[in-house]
């Protein structure tokens, strides 16, 4: 039987992983290892740390089940996710020294976004609101971070791609966890340069918010993008 387990390192809430990783860990298990195809996860139930799931190759992709129950299943997508206008990085910086998660954070301890993760621990990845100078529009409600990758795989990069999404929408008021990504790596991120991330809110439909994030790279390439699907939580039912 074929498992996958999720370290504790990679919490997203306190108790189970973070949605990004686990989505980026099953699809990096597909033909191909998640490169180059877009791909839709969909997360059924918060996934165990430090759990063996068992692994489940399918017709259209894979699962992952605990006790039984559906954790997590991958899919090819039929369409590549849009990408989020992107920001120079010298804006990009300036936006994630206002990240909102400095004052009211859902989840401190988030492998992606925590800022209570150590350097070289967590991704510390703060997508924060764009200066006033750098929005195109009043209603511009783009958030942006740098990352500087010091590690680099399919599931990091899909991690990477996971909460600038959710800082796009209202996390200190509505906190949510994420649903559903569709993400498409074009090429993994280098440990030798500067990234750009931005993320953007799409919509919200009762309790479910819709967002998308880019990953560009020095050049202005696209190097990985997503949309995501978040479901409005009470975090004390995470804790």
Request: glycine share 10%; charged share 20%.
């Amino acid at each position: 039987m074929t498992t996958l387990a999720v370290p504790r390192r990679f919490n997203g809430p306190p108790r189970s992983g973070n949605g990004g990783w686990v989505a980026g860990a099953l699809a990096a298990t597909l033909p191909g290892q998640g490169i180059g195809r877009p791909v839709t996860v969909t997360l059924r139930q918060p996934p165990p740390l430090e759990t063996p799931m068992q692994l489940t190759a399918t017709a259209a992709g894979a699962t992952l089940t605990h006790d039984g129950r559906p954790v997590a299943d991958a899919i090819y997508a039929d369409l590549t996710p849009a990408t989020v206008a992107p920001v120079p990085v010298g804006v990009a910086a300036v936006a994630e020294a206002a990240f909102r998660g400095h004052g009211q954070h859902p989840f401190r301890r988030c492998f992606v976004c925590g800022t209570d993760r150590r350097p070289g621990d967590g991704l510390r990845i703060f997508a924060g609101p764009l200066p006033a100078v750098a929005r195109t529009s009043p209603e511009d409600g783009r958030v942006a971070s740098t990352w500087s990758p010091y590690e680099s795989n399919v599931a990091l990069t899909w991690a990477a791609l996971d909460c600038p999404g959710g800082w796009s929408s209202d996390l200190e008021g509505r906190p949510s966890v994420l649903g559903r990504i569709t993400a498409e790596v074009r090429r993994l991120p280098r440990t030798s340069e500067r990234y750009v991330i931005v993320g953007e809110q799409l919509r919200v439909d009762g309790r479910k918010t819709f967002t998308a994030a880019t990953i560009y790279g020095e050049i202005g390439d696209v190097v990985a993008t997503a949309e995501h699907v978040w479901i409005a939580v009470d975090p004390e039912e995470f804790r």
